[in-house]
Nanobody
Framework: VQLVQSGGRLVQIGGSLRLSCAAS????????MSWVRQAPGKGLEWVSA????????SYADSVKGRFTISRDNAKNTVYLQMNSLKPEDTGVYYC???????????WGQGTQVIVSL
């Protein structure tokens, strides 16, 4: 099982970024997927989730209206589009998959997002 992430980088305040997470080794289309982040010196914070079919999404209040989660089951990939980025969005972002929303069985390697002037 692998979740390979890409897309993290340094971005200016107010900028946009799209994270990708490519899955292999399990039936991706049967799994809910989430994005979880960890700010420097802090614990894990759930960011967003999408059900297996892609028809249901949810977001933390801190990112609602700015971030969009999506998935392409034909490509075994989940995305996180991040707009209007703020310094408090800085952190390591992880994708995670589980049988149901809120369960995280498989984890990506993490990708660093830094939002700065």
């Amino acid at each position: 099982v692998q979740l390979v992430q890409s897309g993290g980088r340094l971005v200016q305040i107010g900028g946009s970024l799209r994270l990708s997470c490519a899955a292999s080794g399990f039936t991706f289309s049967s799994y809910a997927m989430s994005w979880v982040r960890q700010a420097p010196g802090k614990g894990l914070e759930w960011v967003s989730a999408i059900n297996s079919g892609g028809g249901s999404t949810s977001y933390a209040d801190s990112v609602k209206g700015r971030f969009t989660i999506s998935r392409d089951n034909a490509k075994n990939t989940v995305y996180l589009q991040m707009n209007s980025l703020k310094p408090e969005d800085t952190g390591v972002y992880y994708c995670a998959g589980g049988a149901t929303i809120g369960t995280w069985t498989y984890w990506g390697q993490g990708t660093q997002v830094i939002v700065s002037l």
